[in-house]
């Protein structure tokens, strides 16, 4: 009977240990989910008017070069991260590597909300994108590609070089994931 009350300590111990390590398995997650938002919240900052110096104080940074470098490190850090292959396939990683990066140069793009008039619902959209599933991913890629579509069709003003590039990859990545391909 002592044996068994021993063996039965030792798997609730062992128990509260897995525990432990399912809830630290959770962090780099949390950590790649908050990475992406302070970045999406500086861009943000930024196209709304706000100074590097500013951005710094709100961050409990001593200087805006710090601020900067910030932004760097996070620009990389979202960057870096693998797309991961899940249960869609290489595809849809490839097309979320796309929209990660369309993401990317609209949120460094201080003018982006008035290039044109669904600029806004383009940026918005595209900000759900890392956390989308593969099939949500695929209908957030076709509705900023068909946003785009219509409305750099009759621009005066073409998208940056850059930026075109970013939204060539995103119509090349759909084209990919698409199930008709």
């Known amino acids: 009977m002592r044996q068994s009350f021993v063996n039965i300590l030792l798997t609730l111990r062992y128990a509260d240990e897995v525990a432990d390590l399912t809830d630290l398995r959770a962090i780099p997650a949390a950590r790649a989910r908050l990475d992406a938002e302070e970045l999406d919240l500086i861009d943000r900052a930024r196209r709304e008017g706000a100074t590097w110096g500013e951005i710094a ?47 990317r140069r609209v949120g460094a793009d201080r003018r982006w909300d008035r290039r044109f ?52 990859r995103l119509r090349a990545a759909l084209v990919a994931a698409s199930p008709k391909h």
């Open 57 to 103: 104080t709100a961050l409990g940074l001593g200087s805006r070069q710090a601020a900067e470098q910030r932004r760097l490190r996070l620009v990389t850090a979202v960057g870096a991260r693998p797309a991961t292959v899940d249960a869609y396939g290489q595809s849809i990683a490839d097309l979320r590597k796309a929209a990660l990066e369309l993401h």
């Open 117 to 168: 008039t669904r600029a806004v619902l383009v940026r918005e959209t595209l900000s759900a994108v890392p956390g989308a599933a593969g099939g949500a991913l695929f209908a957030l890629a076709e509705a900023v590609t068909a946003d785009l579509e219509a409305a750099t069709a009759g621009a005066a003003r073409p998208l940056p070089a850059p930026t075109r590039a970013a939204v060539d």
